[in-house]
């Protein structure tokens, strides 16, 4: 799913564009998670984008955690939307 076209399906979930909502920055995050994860496939010694990697999977989840935390059916749509398992919580 590129930028683009998730912006128009949070724009039509909400009347304006809201870049710095939750379910965009995840959006964002796993966009950047599945290329970086592409590119590491052809370059496994690449090590500061390994780093990056997990840095931008920490991010994420600690979004995720939050809104689950904060409104459940939202976090449901979004992780189905964006086709990413649910995170078990402790």
Do not use: P
């Amino acid at each position: 799913m590129t930028k683009n076209s998730f912006i128009s399906v949070i724009s039509h979930a909400e009347k304006e564009e809201n870049k710095g909502s939750v379910e965009f920055q995840v959006s964002r995050f796993t966009n950047k998670i599945r290329r970086l994860t592409s590119h590491l496939e052809l370059h496994k010694k690449d090590y500061s984008s390994q780093r990056g990697l997990r840095k931008i999977l920490g991010k994420r989840q600690r979004l995720l955690a939050y809104l689950s935390n904060k409104n459940r059916v939202r976090y449901k749509e979004l992780i189905r939307q964006l086709n990413i398992r649910e995170l078990k919580i402790r």
